[in-house]
């Protein structure tokens, strides 16, 4: 049972465009979201977060929206960057859940920015 | 401040053997989790430890096991290895005092394939 689904394993966007990462989540529990940059041979790198007690984040061209109802959650980069070529992976955890912590993965999609 | 190490960033078994990777983690970082990367499957939750303790576990075999030292440094261990655990280990720290955000740290990873 995936908990957390990543639809589109690849998505191409130009140079100076949007690019929006989608996520969707089945657990009730998972009350903290994050996303991951990944570089081949290299190990994933926290990008962002929310908490579930808000519906947007945003930090610097990274923005995050979550859609609780909806079980959503999505990634905005604005403007898209050849830099940001990447895989990017949405997470989901329990912070309540204490001392017993994971983070559990979608699958992951991968940004490609054209010049 | 240095990140996550894991060592060795490489190797090569084959079938039946074993094989112990290491992690050491961020300083003041006293949890350890790992995770498996594989194209199918994502990444995957193995273990987390906590003052030497396993603290939650993934849906593994017994075949995937691990311990933490004193000093935080964790290793895990593979028995009798099977082509399906060719795969990218990566470890991850993160701290648990000083109010916990929710991400974790992770390393570069070590590829392991099993021939």
């Known amino acids: 049972d995936q908990q957390v689904k990543q639809n589109s394993p690849s998505l191409s966007v130009q140079e100076g465009r949007i690019s929006i990462l989608n996520c969707d989540y089945t657990n009730s529990m998972f009350d903290y979201f994050l996303w991951y940059k990944k570089y081949p041979a290299e190990g994933p790198t926290f990008l962002i977060s929310?908490?579930?007690?808000?519906d947007k984040n945003e930090d610097g061209r990274f923005t995050v929206f979550l859609n609780k109802s909806a079980k959503h959650l999505s990634l905005h980069i604005v403007p898209s960057q050849p830099g940001d070529s990447a895989v990017y992976f949405c997470a989901a955890s329990a912070l309540s859940g204490g001392s017993n912590y994971k983070l559990t993965f979608g699958k992951g999609t991968l940004l490609t920015v054209n010049p | 401040k240095a990140g996550v190490t894991q060592t060795p960033r490489y190797l090569i078994k084959t079938r039946g053997q074993q094989v112990t990777l290491s992690c050491s983690p961020i300083?003041?970082?006293?949890?350890v989790s790992w995770y498996q990367q594989t194209p199918g499957q994502g990444l995957q939750f193995l273990f987390e430890?906590?003052?030497?303790?396993?603290?939650n576990k993934g849906n593994f075999p017994g075949r995937f096991s691990g311990r933490q030292f004193s000093n935080s440094r964790s290793e895990m261990n593979v028995s009798t290895l099977e082509l399906g655990d060719s795969a990218l280990y990566l470890c991850a720290s993160r701290r648990l005092a000083g109010g916990f955000t929710g991400e974790l740290f992770f390393g570069e990873g070590s590829r392991l394939t099993v021939l």
């Open positions: 430890y906590f003052s030497e303790t396993q603290r």
């Open positions: 300083s003041g970082h006293r949890s």
């Open positions: 929310i908490s579930s007690i808000k």
